[in-house]
Structures are given as C-alpha cells and as structure tokens.
C-alpha cells in the first residue's frame, strides 16, 4: 500500500520520494467529496480526459503525502494552485509531473525538488529543438550523437531543473548545462544538488533534488485509481525500483555564492 512503504522505516521520511500510476479510464459524473472549494472549482472547468488527469493528479499527491508523511489519505491536501508543497500536514515540499495518461508525484522533507515525466517517444524533431534552445556546447554533442533518447533525457533533466529552482522554462533552459554522459553543471552555489533518472513502463522520469547525507530518492508505481476516486490506501504493483543513473550537479565554473 502507498503508506506501507514508509509508516514501519523512519529513513524513508527522510529522503525524496516518487509515487507514479496510470490515470483511470472511466468518466466520474460528480467529483469525489475530499476535494477542496479550490480544487472543485479547478476540476469543474474540465470534462472528459483533462478532468480525468486533473483527478488523478490530486488523488495521486494525497497518496504522496501519506505515503510519506504516514498521515491518512484522506486527511492529506496540497496548497491551492500549483502544488509545490502540502497544506496538511505541513512541511512536505511537492513536484507533480503527468503525460499521456500517467501522473507522478514527488514528495521531500526537506528542499524543493523538480520531477518531469516524458514518454520515451516523444520530440520527433528535437534537432530543431536544441538548435533553438540549447548552448553551442550541447547543440555539438547532441546533434554528434543524433540520437533522440539523449535529447529528451537532457530535457527532462532540464525541466526537472527549472521546477526545483523555482523558474520557468523562457531564458532559462541553459541555467542547467548538461555534456557528454549526463555531466552537470547548474547555476546554483549550493554544492549539494543531484539528479536521478528511471526508465519505467515506457517514460522517463527525472527527478533533480538537493541531498547531503540522506538515503538516495524511491520510486513505486501504484495500481489506478479507483472509478470513484476514493481515498483508500493504494496498492503498489512493484517494489521500489532503482534508478538508471544518479549525477550531481555541481556549481558552474566561476559561480560563487555572491552570483546567486
């Protein structure tokens, strides 16, 4: 169960954490009562698979929290708007990321965090992409190697970056520089940032994060959720899955605290 992975082992409340699911395939006529006003009235504007992805998204978060927190589900809620960290209980920092039908959220204890999910077939034309967005250095590297799968993990490592930093993508895609083998560079002073990637059911999954002495980052995929959207503990269909690799981050050649 969501909660089952974190009540009985206090480390796990120390280290970011990833829950990923499927969204549900079925329309729900009314709206499931553990909503909050805002979250209704943000759900309303939606119909058909944007209301189910938007339902599955906040159904997903609460089993963040109360996985990690050891908190009841239904007693779980993120802050209104975009929802970066919990509102009860307090002081758990949140990243949800979802695409093509699966929605996951990461939860911390401690500092911000980015998550960003991308199917692993997305950016056929990621050539023009790059060209666009990315610095000479990576333009030289990406476009030698020509191969998509690189593109789209700088990519999601990117994204990932900017939702941690607390910034969006316009002129900042190259506040994270990223070279051959994934070696990272950031524009933050703090030496202790990291990223990992995973590779399940098809989509990456990167998450970026700041980390000094604590167990590394887990991931569990949950079962759907319910047609009705209930908020029992949900069943996880795997145990926590290693990543494909971990880096850090370190600080840019140059960048002192004072630049921040």
């Not at 939606?46 to 908190?71: D, V």
């Not at 079962?223 to 145990?239: I, K, R, T, Y």
Request: net charge neutral; aromatic share 10%.
């Amino acid at each position: 169960m969501a909660g089952s992975s974190s009540d009985c082992n206090p480390d796990q409340r120390q280290r970011p954490l990833i829950w990923l699911c499927r969204e549900g395939q079925r329309d729900t006529p009314g709206f499931p009562d553990w909503l909050t006003d805002y979250e209704r009235q943000t759900a309303a504007k939606f119909s058909g698979p944007r209301k189910r992805e938007y339902l599955s998204s906040r159904w997903l978060i609460r089993q963040a929290i109360a996985g990690a927190s050891g908190q009841e589900a239904a007693r779980c809620k993120p802050v209104n708007g975009r929802p970066v960290a919990s509102a009860a209980p307090v002081g758990w920092q949140l990243s949800l990321s979802h695409s093509h039908g699966v929605s996951a959220c990461a939860i911390s204890p401690g500092h911000r965090i980015g998550l960003d999910i991308e199917p692993c077939t997305r950016h056929p034309h990621w050539q023009r992409v790059a060209r666009r967005w990315f610095s000479p250095q990576e333009q030289a590297w990406l476009l030698a190697e020509d191969n998509p799968q690189t593109f789209l993990t700088v990519w999601t490592l990117k994204e990932a970056w900017l939702k941690a930093t607390g910034r969006g993508i316009a002129g900042n895609l190259q506040t994270l520089e990223v070279g051959p083998g994934f070696e990272l560079q950031g524009d933050q002073s703090e030496p202790d940032w990291r990223a990992d990637c995973w590779n399940v059911e098809g989509f990456l999954v990167t998450l970026v994060y700041r980390q000094t002495d604590l167990a590394p980052p887990a991931l569990w995929r949950l079962e759907s959720p319910p047609d009705d959207f209930g908020l029992v503990q949900a069943e996880e269909s795997n145990g926590a899955e290693p990543p494909m690799w971990r880096r850090r981050i370190a600080p840019k050649s140059g960048y002192s605290e004072e630049q921040n």
